[in-house]
C-alpha cells in the first residue's frame, strides 16, 4: 500500500516555485498582440510594394516598374502636389487653431471643464466621416444655412460655392483633423512647468510675450508632432475629397480608387499608394528629426 | 386555460394562414411554381450589391425564390462591383459564393482571371425570352440579368417639361446648375459619346465631345459620387439638372414630393443601358441545379417585371410583366421601350479607352 505524505521525503527533489518569465520575456509577451497586429499591417504594405511591381492582370507573377513611370506623367505629379499641398496647408491651419485650444486645455483647473474640452475635441473622431460631410452640406451647401442666411441679408444674390471646390475640401481636412492637432499640443503645454511662466512674468514679461516666448517655444515638439499627425492623416484622405470636393478635386486617395474602379488596375494603384506612403515617411521623418534637434536643445537648457 | 390555449392557437393558425394566403396573393409567381421543391433544404450563397438594388434582389428574387423552392439563400450583400471583384479574386480557389451579380465591367475582369464558369445556357429555360445582345456578357461567363439604365434627372420644380433630348443639359436658362457622374463611373464615358455626338463627332472621334463638355464646366456643381448627397441638393434647390444618372440611384426619393425629383427616358437619343450579369464562379460550394434553377428564376417574367417596378431597373426578359399602372410611369421601363430607344455599352472598346476618357474628364473638371 503507498503511503501518500504532505512531508516532503528527504531526498527527493525540492518542489518547483511556479515557472517564471524574465523581465524581457514578459516584455515580448505583453508586446506580442500589438506585434503582430503590427505585422499584419507591415505584411500588407509590403504585398502593396509587391503588386506595384506587378503587371495588369499579372499582379503577383509579373514585374514592370510601367506603373511608377505613369506616375511621372503631369496628370498624376499634379494630384500629387495638390495633395501634398491640401495637407500642408491644413496641417498648418490646423495647428494654429489647435494652439489656444491647447492651451486652454492645459491651464484648465477644473476636471469637469477639462473633460467637457476634451469631449467637444474629440467629437470630430467619434462621428461618422460620412455623417460630417453631410453636416458640411446643411451649413456650407449651395442651399445650406450660410448661403440662405447671406441671401437673406441681402448681402449675396446668388449662393457662394463653398464646397465642391478645394475650399471645401480643406475646410473638411481641418474639420476632421483638428483632434489630432490638438491632443498633442495641450499634452505638450501641460508639460511645460508654470514655473517657467511665472519666472518670465516677475521679469516682467507680459501674457503675450510670456506665451510666445516661453510656453510655445516650449511646446514645439508637441507643436510638429500634431502638424505632422494631421499632414499624414490627410495627405491620404480619401472621404472628404470624394463628398467635399464634389470629385472636382483629385486628391491622390481618390486617384487610387479610380485606378482599382473601375479601371481593376491593382499596380498602378498600389504604385500610387506607395509613393503616397514614401513621400508621407519622408516628410514625417524629416519633423522627427526637427522635434528631436529641438527636443535635445531644451533638455540642454535645462 | 385550456380553452385560452386553444384560442390562442386557434388565433395563431389563423393568423399564419392568412399571411401565407396574402403572400401566396402578392406573388402570384410563387403559387405558380409552388410544387418544385426539389431544393428544399439547400442552400444557395449569393453576392450582390449593398444599395437598393442589392436589397430588391433580397426581396423580389431570392425572397421568392425560397419561398418557390424551399431552397434557403445566403445573401452577403457588398458594397460595389470592384468589392465584389476583390472579394472573389481573394477567395482564389475557394469561392465563398455560387451566383454574383455585378456589372459588366467586374463580370470582365473576373472572366478573364478564369475566376468564372461559362454557363451552359440550354438549363435556363427562362432565356428564351431575352433578346440575344441581353442573352449574355463577359465572353460569355455571365448570363443578363438585368439593365441599369441611365436617365436625365430633373428638379421637377424648376424645370417645367421633362427634357427631350440630352441638349438640355448644356442650356443654361433650363437648367443653370447641373451636376454630371464622376469620372471614374461607366456613364461619364457615355456622356462622352453623347456630347461627342452632339457636336458632330462619335465614339471613335472624341474630341469634339471633349470640347463641349468644356462648355459645361462653370455651371457643374458637382460630379455626383453620392446620390444621397445628390438628391439633397435637389431637395434644397440647388441643382437643376444633371446625368446621365440612373433612377435606380433614387427609389424613395423619386416617390417622395418634398424632393422634387423627375427624371426621364424620353430622350430622343436614346438611354444608355450596361447590363448586369449573374455569373457562376469555378469551384463553388454549391449545388449546380440550385444555381441554375435561382439564375433562371430571376429571368422569370413576373420577377424581372418586379424589379422594374420596383427599383427602376429595365428587364431583360421581353416578356416581363408590367402592371398597367407601372406602364403611365416616367420611370418604370417596359420591355417595349427598351426594345426601341436602349443602347448598349460596347464594354470591350470602352474598356481600352476607359484610362485615357476618364483622365481627360477628370482635368475638364478639377476646380
Known sequence: ???????????????????????????????????LFLGVLIAASLLVLRMSVGTKGAEWSGFSLASYAQLLEPY???????????????????????IPVGYCMSRLQSPLLR??????????????????????????????????????????DRPVMLLYNQTGVLMGLVQTAFPLAVLPIASAMRGVSRSYEEAAATLGASRLQVFRQVVLPMS??????????????????????????????????VMVHDQI?????????????????????????????????????????? | MSEHDFSRRTFIKTVGAASVAAAALSFPFIKASASDMRFQGKTLRLLTWSDDTGLAALRNI???????????????????????????????????????????????????????????????????????????????????YLLWCNSLIYSTRTVKEAPNSYAALWDKDMAPNIFLPPPNWTEAMD??????????????????????????????????????????LFRTGSLDMGGLYAPAF???????????????????????????????PKHRPGDTDLAYAFIDHSLDPLVQGKMAEDIFNGPVNAKAIISAEARKSPYILTPEQISEKAIMHDNAFLASVHDQWIRRYTEIFSS
Open chain 1, 1 to 35: 500500500m503507498a503511503h501518500s505524505t504532505l512531508t516532503r521525503q528527504v531526498g527527493v527533489a525540492p518542489l518547483r516555485p511556479a515557472k517564471t518569465f524574465s523581465p524581457t520575456a514578459r516584455a515580448w509577451l505583453f508586446l506580442s498582440p500589438a506585434m
Open chain 1, 76 to 98: 498624376y505629379l499634379k494630384s500629387l502636389l495638390l495633395t501634398l499641398r491640401l495637407a500642408l496647408v491644413s496641417a498648418l491651419i490646423a495647428v494654429l487653431l489647435a
Open chain 1, 115 to 156: 473633460r467637457v474640452f476634451l469631449a467637444a475635441v474629440l467629437l470630430p473622431l467619434l462621428v461618422n466621416l460620412l455623417l460630417q460631410s453631410y453636416g458640411w452640406l446643411v451649413i456650407l451647401g449651395p442651399g445650406g444655412m450660410l448661403n440662405q442666411a447671406l441671401i437673406g441679408l441681402g448681402l449675396i
Open chain 1, 220 to 253: 514645439l515638439p508637441g507643436i510638429i508632432t500634431g502638424a505632422t499627425l494631421v499632414f499624414a492623416y490627410n495627405a491620404s484622405s480619401f472621404v472628404v475629397p470624394l463628398l467635399l470636393g464634389g470629385r472636382r478635386v483629385p486628391m491622390l486617395a
Open chain 1, 261 to 302: 474602379a473601375p479601371l481593376m488596375n491593382w499596380p498602378a494603384a498600389s504604385a500610387a499608394g506607395v509613393v503616397l506612403i514614401v513621400t508621407t515617411l519622408a516628410i514625417m521623418t524629416f519633423s522627427e528629426f526637427v522635434t528631436g534637434r529641438r527636443r535635445r536643445i531644451l533638455e540642454a537648457s535645462q
Open chain 2, 62 to 144: 431570392a425572397a421568392t425564390f425560397e419561398a418557390k423552392t424551399g431552397a434557403k439563400v445566403i445573401a452577403d450583400r457588398t458594397g460595389s462591383t470592384s468589392e465584389m471583384v476583390a472579394k472573389l479574386k481573394a477567395g482564389g480557389d475557394r469561392p465563398q459564393y455560387d451566383i454574383i451579380t455585378l456589372a459588366g465591367v467586374g463580370a470582365e475582369g473576373l472572366a478573364s482571371a478564369g475566376l468564372l464558369e461559362r454557363p451552359d445556357l440550354n438549363r435556363i429555360p427562362n432565356l428564351r425570352d431575352v433578346p440575344a445582345q441581353y442573352q449574355t456578357g463577359a465572353d460569355g461567363h455571365g448570363i443578363g
Open chain 2, 191 to 232: 456622356l462622352i459619346i453623347i456630347a461627342a455626338k452632339l457636336a458632330g463627332g462619335d465614339e471613335h472621334n472624341v474630341e469634339p465631345g471633349f470640347k463641349k463638355l468644356e462648355e459645361l464646366k462653370d455651371r457643374v456643381i458637382t460630379l455626383g459620387e453620392n446620390p444621397n448627397q445628390i438628391a439633397e
Open chain 2, 250 to 280: 433614387f427609389p424613395k426619393q423619386i416617390r417622395d414630393p418634398s424632393y422634387g425629383l423627375g427624371a426621364t427616358f424620353g430622350m430622343k437619343e436614346g438611354f444608355y443601358t450596361d447590363l448586369m450579369l449573374s455569373v457562376m
